[in-house]
């Protein structure tokens, strides 16, 4: 019954962003019509219904109903309630109508909160929401439908992917989700002010905390994936450039091109037919990384749900909507007028170089990760992995490290580089110490470890220098957010400077009460325990670390799953201030002499990396509580000079 | 530079950075793309010692050998025609057995020994390694149904 009751909702939400989508299209013919004045109260029906939607679900998976398809192969009756939650978006099915129920209620909001752009770019807005929610509505309704009944009914269910079976990645999806989410309501306002010929600084204000958010949720996202990853998969490595984490991070670096150039728009008037650009190439991203993780296209250490014709309906959508969207931009863009010129030395002049160097990022990603698909199709099987990654991406990563140790100091519209000059030389000091510093610890260390040491080190200082001379008490906070999100980009990078240029490893097979070392550490097997837990068993190394004195113990885990019936590590993290202490251990020696596979890692300032990353979201918060405060005060003018 | 041509100098900054990309990716794939080997393929292609390549195939029943290190093997790929010895040092993936499907990233040394520096086995019930879903998999003696741990 309560399935029923979320597939019929399904359906009238659909209908009512097809009515969006024609009171729209008859607003933009006629400049008025019937229909328009329903635009806003069916955005609100619409996210209401495809609320309720996701809630039934949910509810189906508490209940464990194993007469819906759905629940009988994704969850099981002997699972954690968490994981039983988990399991309404930790499939296909469940995950698409997660993204249809954020961006509806998406919808909702903007109908209901926004009052910065004039009603018919309002109204244009929601029309393009609603367009995307219906192509995505259709997707569920034809391609997916969550649910649909099994019959008969099996008694326990299938169970759920132990590698998803953990509580970080139950949130790390839905996350993704929002991040993606936001980038449409972004675009939606790009088409909006395109179609009504608004593209101007109150279409930047008003699309800005959007964007903002979406990045917030897509650099938690990354983050909590690449954690996951790295504890999880017991291989010691915290990114792989695996497929499904380039779709992740494809978006982000479009969306962090977009923040600034918004930013540019927002306050200065300039950067517009460039900031559309953005707001479509972010949408298609993050379309794109629905496509390449949902349509199994992709070999991938943590692809799921593979369906070639479900793969086609969303090429199919993401060609149409991109597509249409950069037919609009080409007919269109000639009416939007150039902004307020500037000089290449300049805050704009940064934020150019930051947006170019991140699309060149952006496009190097992405043809790595397409070509291999290319490539079948003309009957090779190659793949690209972290070789060529870091080969393409690190050395334009060093540019962008730069233009960020100058462009904040920059002032806007005209300046001249040697007003910093003292700044500069204070930098190439920094770069210079840094980089010898690093050598003289670990010659061998390699030339992007010991550049990524010496930049972040002087990023670390560059971060706080906008501060300086402002009364910090009347500094506006997204001043701050842009000062703190810096830092963690320094504090990241040093994080995984550090990691590729000091980790130590060993690789040994341990008796029990046998001794292994790693970097100073001593590490000492003292016996292996089998344990059980709510669906798994595992063997359980008892170890304890020892170093200058101090004595820790260590438990890593080689567990064996029965629903589905699969094996996965559980790495003992021991973190310390300066780094981490990685050990895994694994299915006994088969020659059957008694020894386990043991491998250590220590991982100098490999928190950095994740620490670092929270710094940049945290700032992103600050920023987007300030501009959404903000809002209630009178603005006040040339908020960034110093 | 003149205020009207700014768009026009930004819109060429831009072309010149992404037909940059396009070259930096172009020369880095021609480095660093490794292509998939099947035995068969590889004894007929001549690939160059320590070109990265992925090696493809089933693990042939009774060839792990295990070294009295405890964590080097060695074993051999096969597929319907050929097979290729394989050397690799490390913790061998969960589900890595003997019969069972597997993908190796690594490096022939002189000797036309493969040595691998990652193994990637059938990874859970749904996924099996995409370079193998071309091959017969009814050569393998586990299957999804099958498998024991």
Redesign the interface.
């Known amino acids: 019954m309560i399935a029923e009751a979320g597939l019929a909702a399904l359906w009238l939400a659909a209908s009512m962003a097809l009515l969006q989508l024609i009171a729209g299209l008859t607003l933009l013919r006629d400049g008025a019509g019937q229909l328009v004045p329903l635009i806003k109260p069916a955005a609100y029906v619409q996210g209401a219904l495809s609320t309720f939607a996701f809630f039934a679900l949910m509810w189906l998976f508490y209940d464990t109903d194993l007469s819906v398809l759905l629940v009988a192969n994704n969850s099981h009756i002997d699972k954690p309630l968490i994981f039983k939650l988990a399991g309404t978006w930790g499939n296909h099915e469940g995950s698409m109508l997660l993204w249809v129920a954020v961006l509806s209620v998406s919808g909702a909001a903007i109908a209901f909160f926004e009052k910065r752009i004039d009603t018919k770019t309002l109204y244009a807005t929601l029309s393009v929401q609603g367009f995307i929610a219906l192509g995505f509505f259709a997707f569920l309704l034809f391609a997916s439908n969550p649910f649909e009944r099994l019959l008969p009914a099996p008694i326990e269910g299938a169970g759920l992917?132990?590698?998803l079976q953990d509580v970080g990645l139950a949130f790390h999806p839905p996350t993704l989700y929002m991040g993606y989410v936001g980038l449409s309501v972004a675009f939606s306002f790009a088409v909006g002010a395109l179609l009504t010929n608004q593209v101007g600084p109150a279409f930047a204000r008003a699309m800005r905390p959007w964007v903002l958010a979406a990045w917030i949720f897509l650099t938690i996202g990354i983050a909590a994936g690449s954690y996951w990853a790295y504890y999880e998969l017991?291989?010691g490595g915290w990114w792989f450039w695996d497929p499904v984490e380039n779709a992740s991070l494809m978006p982000w670096l479009a969306a962090t091109a977009l923040l600034h150039s918004a930013s540019v728009l927002a306050t200065r008037n300039a950067l517009r037919?460039?900031t559309i650009m953005l707001a479509l190439v972010a949408f298609a991203m993050s379309m794109a990384g629905t496509f390449l993780v949902r349509s199994g296209i992709?070999?991938s250490?943590h692809?799921?749900a593979?369906d070639p014709e479900r793969g086609a309906f969303i090429l199919a959508l993401m060609l149409m909507y991109t597509g249409l969207a950069f037919v609009i931009f080409a007919l269109r863009i000639g009416t939007v007028k150039?902004g307020e010129?500037?000089?290449?030395v300049s805050r704009e002049g940064g934020i150019?170089a930051n947006n170019?160097?991140l699309?060149?990022?952006l496009?190097?990603v992405l043809?790595?990760t397409l070509?291999?698909l290319a490539?079948e199709a003309m009957g090779?099987?190659?793949?690209?992995?972290p070789?060529?990654f870091n080969?393409?991406t690190v050395?334009?990563m060093v540019l962008l490290m730069l233009a960020l140790l100058i462009g904040p100091m920059l002032r806007w519209r005209r300046d001249e580089l040697i007003r910093i000059r003292y700044w500069l030389i204070g930098a190439a000091a920094i770069l210079l110490l840094g980089a010898i510093v690093a050598w003289q610890l670990a010659p061998d260390i390699g030339l992007f470890p010991l550049l990524g040491i010496a930049f972040s080190l002087a990023l670390a200082v560059a971060a706080w220098l906008p501060l300086r001379g402002r009364k910090l008490l009347r500094t506006p906070l997204p001043v701050f957010g842009m000062v703190i999100a810096h830092f963690g980009i320094a504090v990241s990078v040093f994080g995984m400077a550090a990691e590729s240029g000091f980790s130590s490893e060993t690789?040994?097979?341990l008796a029990p009460g046998e001794n292994a070392k790693v970097a100073g550490w001593e590490v000492k097997l003292n016996d292996v325990n089998p344990i059980a837990g709510d669906n798994w068993v595992a063997v359980e190394g008892d170890m304890i670390a020892a170093k200058n004195g101090n004595q820790f113990a260590l438990h890593p885990q080689?567990r064996?799953f029965f629903t589905?019936?699969?094996?996965?590590?559980e790495a003992a993290l021991l973190t310390r201030w300066n780094g981490q202490l990685y050990a895994?251990i694994?299915?006994p020696?088969?020659?059957g002499?008694g020894?386990w596979?043991v491998?250590l890692w220590w991982k100098p300032f490999v928190t950095f990396i994740w620490y670092g990353a929270l710094l940049i979201a945290f700032g992103g918060a600050i920023s987007l509580f300030g501009r959404m405060f903000r809002r209630t005060k009178k603005p006040t003018r040339n908020r960034w000079q110093s | 530079m003149k205020p009207k041509h700014q768009r026009l100098v930004l819109a060429l900054i831009a072309v010149v950075a992404l037909v940059g990309a396009g070259l930096i990716a172009a020369s880095a794939l021609r480095e660093e793309a490794s292509y998939f080997y099947t035995p068969t393929t590889l004894a007929a292609a001549n690939v160059a010692p320590g070109k990265a390549i992925r090696l493809g195939g089933m693990v042939q029943e009774g060839s792990i050998v295990r070294g009295a290190d405890g964590v080097s093997i060695t074993f051999i790929v096969q597929d319907q025609e050929r097979s290729q010895k394989v050397a690799y040092r490390g913790i061998t993936p969960d589900l890595f057995v003997e019969g069972s499907g597997v993908v190796a990233d690594g490096r022939l040394v002189p000797g036309r020994v493969f040595v691998a520096d990652s193994l990637l086995a059938k990874h859970d019930e749904n996924y099996v390694p995409k370079e193998l879903a071309d091959i017969d998999m009814s050569a393998a003696a586990h299957t999804k149904d099958t498998l024991v741990p």
């Open positions: 992917n132990p590698l017991g291989w037919a460039w992709l070999t250490v692809a799921f593979v150039q010129p500037f000089q290449l150019v170019i160097l699309s060149v990022i496009a190097v043809i790595g070509y291999p490539a090779d099987k190659i793949s690209v992995g070789p060529y080969k393409a050395p334009v690789l040994t097979a080689s064996h589905p019936p699969m094996q996965t590590s895994v694994a299915q020696d088969q020659e002499d020894r596979q491998r």
